[in-house]
C-alpha cells in the first residue's frame, strides 16, 4: 500500500485546484481500497456545516449541495471528536443520519477519519461499502496515513480559494484569518509586494502582463539564449565525452521547442501571466508529472526540467530585472523574509512584513520590532504567490493576516491604528526622564542595535546605552569578510553616536540561523553546531582582527565594552580573554593609546547558568541573552512555526534560570543585565526588576512602553509579584499573574503594545 500511498499524494500535490485534488482522492482512494464509496467532507466556515465536496459512489448531484452541522450524522460526530469511526453497520448508530439525495441508504459499512492540520479539522474522509462488515485495520491505518499527509495540501488549496474571496464550497467569503505568529506587534493595512529570491521557479508570484505580444517576443528571446548556451556547451565538449552522450544536450535543445514547453508558456502568457510565472507554472506542472513516474530514469528528468526552466529564468530575470513597484502602504511578504530584503525596501513606505517561515524570535522579526514595524511570521497556509497586489490587513497583536478585508472590519482596525498612533504619541514625554519606579528604584534602560539607523533612533527614545551591537549584521551585508580597517570604522560610528554612554559590543555571532553567504556552515543541527565563540576561537585571525578594530575604534572615547556569545564553559573566556589581551598588547607595541576595555558573557545556554559563579569570577559584567536561552531550555527552534507555541520566555523553567543567574553575579559583585527581547515586554521587564536586573536592554520602538509601566509600578509590588510567580507551574498562569498586575497599576493599555510569549 506503501506506493498506492505515494502515488496518491505524489498526483494530489499536482492537481491544480481544491476540486481537482479531492476528485483525485476520492477516485484513487475507492481503487486502492476495493470498497464501493469514497467521499471528502469540509468544514466551510461560512455556513459552520461539512460540506460534501467529492464523492465516487454517491449520487453526483449531493456533491456541493448536501451539508451536516457540527456533530450532526457520523461525519459531524467523526469531526467533532476528531478520531475515526469504522463500523460494521452504520444505520445502527444512534448518530446515523440518512440524507435522501446521497443515495447511500444501500450502503452498511462505515469509515470516516479527520482530517487534521495543525490541530484544527479541516473535515472527513469517508470510506463506505454495501457489506455489512468493519474495514480492517490495514485499511484504516492507510486512511488515518492519508489524511495525515492530505491536510496539508487541502489547507494550501482551501487558502488559495479563500484569498480569491471564495469559501471550499464556492460561497463568497471575507475576513479571511490565516494563522501565524506575532513577529512585531501593531497592526497595518496595505497592499501586498511579494519578494522572491532570484531563478527560483517554486516562489514566482502570479502577475499580469500589460503586454501580451512584447511579453511573448521577450520569452521566446530569452529561450533562443538558453538554446545557444546548450549548443555552445556541447560545442566545447565535443572532444570530450562520446557522440553518445553529447546527444543529451540535443535533446535539452528540443525540450524547449515551440512544440514543446516553450509552446505551454507561450499558450500561458497569452491567458494573461507574465513570461516568469507562466514558466514557473509550466516547469512546476512538469516537475510534479516526472516526480510522479515509477520508472527511475524518468523521475530523474523532473531534475533536467529544473535545470533547464531555471537558466531560462535567469535569462528573464537579467534582461529585464524585476522592478519592484512599492505603494504607500507596502504590506512586504515573502517565503523567508532576509534582512537585505527589508534594506532593500523605502522605509517610508514600509506598512507591515508577513512571513510564511520563521517565529517571533527570527532574526527578522528582531529587526522588525527595531524598525517598529508590524509583522506576521510563520504563517505557512498563506497562498504567496496568489497575494501579490491584494490588500490585506497584518495584526502583529494576534499574529494574523486577514485576506479580503470586508468595510466594517477595515473601520475597526483603523481605529485600533489610531489608537496605536495616539498612546506611542503620548509616550513622547518619557524620552528625557528617568527611569524610575513608583517608589525611587533606578532602572536602566539601553537598546540593542545592530545598524546606524537603529542609533538614531535610539537615541530619539533617550536610551542610556547600548547592551548589545549586533556586530555581525555589517558582516551579513557584506559579500566578504570586512577588513580591520573597514570595521574600525563601522564600530567607531557606534561609540561616537553613543559617547560617553556605554556600547556592548558582542564578538562576531554567525552559525545557527545567521549564516554568511561567503562562509557558509553547512550541519545538520546548526543550533548545537559551531556557532558563536566556537567560530571565532577556531579562527583566531577572524576574533583578531574584530578585537583590534573595536579597541581601535574606541580610542580617545572610551565607552567599549566587549561581550562573548555562547560561552558554555570556563575555557572558552579564558582562551579568548588571551586573544584580546593579545590584540590590546599588538595595539599598545603600535603606539596606540588603547585602552583595555570591559569584558562581558553572555549567558544563553543552560550550561552557562550553572557556571554563572564561575563565569563571572573571571569577566567585568554578565548579561542574558534571553532568546536563545529560552530556546536551549525549552528545546524549541525559535525559528520553526511547527513549534512556536511552545516557546514562551514566561515558562517556569526560563524564570527560575533567569532569578538564578542573579542571584549568582550578585554574590561576585558583577552588574548582571538582560538583552533578549524579553526585556521589552512591559510586564516581563517588571519581573525582571524584581530580580535585581540592573540593565534591561531592548528595541528601541519598546523604550518608551517599558519605562512607562515601571514609573508605575512600586519594586514592593513587582517583588510581591515575583513572589507569586515563583510558586506557579505554568506559563499562562504567570503571565496572566503578570497582566493582572499591570491592570491594578493602570497601565493595562500597554499591555497589548509589547508582547512576548
Not at 476528485?23 to 455556513?47: G, H, K, M, P, W
Not at 527614545?461 to 580591520?484: D, H, M, N, W
Not at 534591561?696 to 509590588?717: C, F, G, P, T, Y
Request: hydrophobic share 45%.
Amino acid at each position: 500500500m506503501l506506493d498506492q500511498l505515494r502515488v496518491i499524494v505524489q498526483r494530489v500535490n499536482a492537481a491544480k485546484n481544491l476540486q481537482s485534488a479531492l476528485n483525485i482522492i476520492v477516485r484513487r482512494v475507492r481503487e486502492a481500497l476495493n470498497t464501493q464509496v469514497c467521499s471528502v467532507y469540509l468544514f466551510d466556515t461560512d455556513i459552520n456545516s461539512h460540506v460534501l465536496m467529492a464523492s465516487e459512489g454517491l449520487k453526483a448531484q449531493a456533491v456541493g449541495h448536501v451539508s451536516l452541522e457540527i456533530g450532526e450524522g457520523l461525519v459531524g460526530l467523526v469531526a467533532k471528536h476528531a478520531e475515526p469511526i469504522n463500523l460494521q453497520d452504520a444505520s445502527t448508530h444512534p448518530s446515523y443520519h440518512y440524507i435522501e439525495e446521497t443515495g447511500e441508504e444501500v450502503f452498511h459499512a462505515f469509515l470516516g477519519v479527520p482530517i487534521i492540520h495543525h490541530r484544527s479539522v479541516l473535515g472527513v474522509l469517508v470510506v463506505q461499502h454495501e457489506e455489512r462488515r468493519a474495514f480492517d485495520e490495514g485499511e484504516e491505518a492507510f486512511l488515518i496515513t492519508l489524511s495525515a499527509q492530505l491536510a496539508g495540501v487541502i489547507a494550501h488549496a482551501e487558502a488559495t480559494g479563500a484569498i480569491q474571496g471564495l469559501s471550499p464550497s464556492g460561497h463568497k467569503v471575507s475576513d479571511t484569518v490565516f494563522p501565524g505568529i506575532s513577529g512585531s506587534s501593531g497592526v497595518s493595512i496595505g497592499k501586498v509586494v511579494v519578494v522572491f529570491p532570484p531563478a527560483d521557479l517554486s516562489q514566482i508570484p502570479e502577475r499580469q502582463t500589460k503586454d501580451i505580444e512584447k511579453e511573448i517576443e521577450f520569452f521566446n528571446n530569452c529561450l533562443n539564449a538558453v538554446q545557444e548556451d546548450m549548443r555552445e556547451l556541447n560545442a566545447q565538449i565535443a572532444d570530450q565525452i562520446a557522440e553518445e552522450e553529447r546527444q543529451l544536450f540535443d535533446v535539452y535543445v528540443s525540450m524547449l521547442d515551440d512544440d514543446a514547453l516553450g509552446n505551454e508558456v507561450v499558450e500561458r502568457i497569452k491567458m494573461g501571466s507574465w513570461a516568469q510565472s507562466a514558466l514557473a507554472y509550466v516547469a512546476n506542472e512538469h516537475i510534479r508529472n516526472f516526480e510522479m513516474m515509477s520508472d527511475d530514469y524518468l523521475r530523474e528528468r523532473a531534475v533536467d526540467i529544473r535545470d533547464l526552466c531555471s537558466r531560462v529564468l535567469f535569462y528573464l530575470q537579467q534582461k529585464e530585472p524585476v522592478t519592484t513597484e512599492y505603494s504607500k502602504d507596502t504590506i512586504l511578504v515573502s517565503e523567508e523574509l532576509t534582512p537585505l530584503m527589508l534594506a532593500e525596501t523605502p522605509k517610508n513606505k514600509l506598512n507591515g512584513l508577513i512571513s510564511v517561515k520563521g517565529s517571533g524570535n527570527s532574526h527578522v522579526a528582531i529587526l522588525a520590532r527595531t524598525m517598529g514595524v508590524p509583522t506576521v511570521m510563520g504563517a505557512v497556509d498563506l497562498p504567496l504567490n496568489q497575494l501579490d497586489d491584494k490588500q490585506v490587513i497584518v495584526d502583529g497583536y494576534k499574529g494574523e493576516v486577514i485576506g479580503n478585508p470586508s468595510d466594517i472590519v477595515l473601520t475597526r482596525y483603523r481605529n485600533t491604528i489610531k489608537e496605536q498612533d495616539e498612546l506611542i504619541a503620548g509616550l513622547e514625554d518619557l524620552k528625557d526622564v528617568p527611569c524610575v519606579s513608583a517608589d525611587n528604584h533606578r532602572v536602566h534602560l539601553w537598546v540593542n542595535t545592530g545598524l546606524m539607523s537603529d542609533v538614531t533612533k535610539s537615541l530619539d527614545q533617550g536610551a542610556e546605552g547600548i547592551g548589545l551591537f549586533r556586530t555581525e549584521v555589517p558582516f551579513l551585508l557584506s559579500e566578504r569578510f570586512p577588513s580591520e580597517q573597514e570595521q574600525t570604522e563601522i564600530y567607531r560610528e557606534q561609540l561616537e553616536a553613543f559617547a560617553p554612554k556605554l556600547v556592548t559590543m558582542r564578538t562576531l555571532d554567525i552559525g545557527g540561523d545567521k549564516d554568511l553567504s561567503y562562509f557558509p556552515i553547512d550541519e545538520e543541527n546548526p543550533f548545537l553546531g559551531w556557532r558563536g565563540i566556537r567560530v571565532t576561537l577556531d579562527h583566531p585571525e577572524i576574533f583578531m582582527a574584530q578585537v583590534r578594530a573595536m579597541l581601535r575604534a574606541s580610542i580617545g572615547l572610551e565607552n567599549l565594552q566587549i561581550m562573548l556569545p555562547m560561552i558554555s564553559n570556563v575555557n572558552e573566556v579564558n582562551s579568548a580573554l588571551q586573544l584580546i589581551k593579545r590584540a590590546y598588547r599588538e595595539l599598545l607595541q603600535e603606539h596606540l593609546n588603547v585602552k583595555f576595555p570591559p569584558i562581558g558573557v553572555m549567558i544563553e545556554l543552560p550550561a552557562a547558568v550553572y557556571q554563572t559563579r564561575a563565569l563571572a569570577k573571571l569577566v567585568d559584567f554578565i548579561s542574558v541573552g534571553s532568546n536563545d536561552l529560552t530556546q536551549y531550555l525549552l528545546a524549541v527552534d525559535r525559528n520553526n512555526p511547527r513549534v512556536a507555541n511552545l516557546y514562551s520566555a514566561f515558562h517556569p523553567a526560563v524564570i527560575s534560570a533567569l532569578y538564578h543567574v542573579v542571584s549568582e553575579a550578585q554574590q561576585e559583585k558583577k552588574p548582571v543585565s538582560i538583552c533578549g527581547e524579553m526585556a521589552g515586554d512591559p510586564g516581563a521587564a517588571v519581573l525582571l526588576m524584581a530580580m535585581g536586573f540592573d540593565i534591561l536592554s531592548m528595541n528601541s520602538a519598546a523604550l518608551l512602553k517599558v519605562k512607562s509601566v515601571i514609573r508605575n509600578v512600586s519594586l514592593d509590588v513587582a517583588r510581591d509579584l515575583l513572589d507569586q510567580v515563583m510558586q506557579m507551574e505554568d506559563a499562562q498562569m504567570i503571565r496572566s499573574a503578570v497582566d493582572l498586575t499591570l491592570y491594578n497599576a493602570g497601565v493595562d493599555r500597554l499591555l497589548r503594545s509589547s508582547r512576548t510569549n
